[in-house]
């Protein structure tokens, strides 16, 4: 396998988006798997995974959505970004994906979503399914836990007019302020994984953890109203295969009430290739877990079946 090769993606709007890619070490690759991030963390926090499915003949491609990562410094630092982020950053998986498959001529892609980066996949599925030969959601929940949409939405409208757009809210952490409660506390972070060594890197890094700025938070609250609206949830393509895989312990899910309602959704709209899985015991970042072997063969073995 060849090493992990950043450059930067130039949106239309000037933003340069950071991305990384991992290729076979020989031969023509299988498939392209295109990854989106979860929130407050970035691209190179996937490097094992895509190592790992390019060991196997796939090539990846990451990149860190804006207000993340090596992208943030263009977009005005950690979690602040400018107008309609969401939509934003749901054109720049497209461009990115579109940039790749034009290095590979031909090769199916699958997007692979993780949390936050599993709502905008969904996002991608709905405006441009026909691109994609997959969709892997993982750490995903249908709608933020005990969400009030029009509440929210109100409260961060007041926050924006008071202090603007790329001021930074309590909005993140207060939703996710319980998360960490069924679990010993140690750093606050144990809900995201069992393997403390994981916990602990996730803490030392500097791009992981941050508040998002007001107008950051009110355009994920409303992509994610967006993205539930029946009549979007029927513009994904049927044939698409879908798998989604979880951590059974995961506070994100409500007890994997948010996990059967987004299957629900699926089914409703006739999704004909739909898979899942809950791993007992596992908490948020499967791909970060005491158990991840496991989960790299599953997903391994799901694209190798689709591919």
């Not at 990846?60 to 990562?69: E, N």
């Not at 992208?71 to 005005?76: I, M, N, R, S």
């Not at 939703?175 to 393997?195: I, K, M, P, Q, V």
């Not at 059974?248 to 709209?269: A, I, K, W």
Request: hydrophobic share 40%; proline share 4%; net charge negative.
């Amino acid at each position: 396998m060849q090493a992990m090769q950043q450059d930067f993606h130039q949106a239309p709007d000037g933003a340069r988006i950071a991305t990384y890619t991992w290729l076979p070490e020989s031969g023509h690759p299988r498939a392209l798997v295109q990854i989106a991030h979860g929130a407050a963390e970035h691209g190179r926090r996937y490097d094992r995974f895509a190592r790992f499915l390019a060991g196997h003949g796939y090539a990846v491609i990451a990149s860190d959505h804006r207000g993340h990562g090596a992208t943030a410094a263009t977009t005005g630092g950690r979690g602040v970004v400018g107008e309609d982020a969401w939509r934003a950053i749901v054109s720049d998986l497209k461009g990115i994906g579109d940039h790749a498959a034009a290095g590979h001529p031909g090769l199916p892609l699958v997007l692979l979503g993780h949390s936050m980066g599993a709502m905008l996949a969904r996002d991608y599925a709905q405006e441009y399914g026909a691109d994609l030969a997959g969709l892997i959601l993982t750490g995903t929940f249908r709608t933020l836990p005990g969400l009030d949409i029009d509440g929210a939405l109100a409260g961060l409208e007041e926050e924006i007019a008071e202090r603007g757009r790329s001021a930074l809210s309590a909005f993140i952490p207060r939703t996710f302020s319980s998360f960490n409660d069924a679990f010993t506390h140690r750093t606050g972070y144990e809900w995201l994984s069992r393997d403390a060594a994981e916990v602990d890197a996730y803490v030392a890094d500097e791009d992981c953890g941050f508040a998002f700025s007001a107008g950051l938070a009110a355009d994920w609250v409303g992509a994610i109203r967006k993205i539930n609206d029946p009549d979007n949830l029927a513009r994904v393509p049927r044939g698409l295969p879908v798998h989604v895989a979880v951590g059974e312990l995961d506070p994100c899910h409500q007890g994997m009430t948010l996990v059967h309602e987004l299957l629900e959704d699926f089914r409703y709209v006739g999704t004909r290739d739909l898979t899942w899985k809950a791993y007992p015991d596992a908490r948020h970042e499967i791909l970060n877990e005491t158990n991840r072997e496991e989960v790299q063969d599953d997903l391994l073995a799901w694209l190798d079946k689709h591919i």
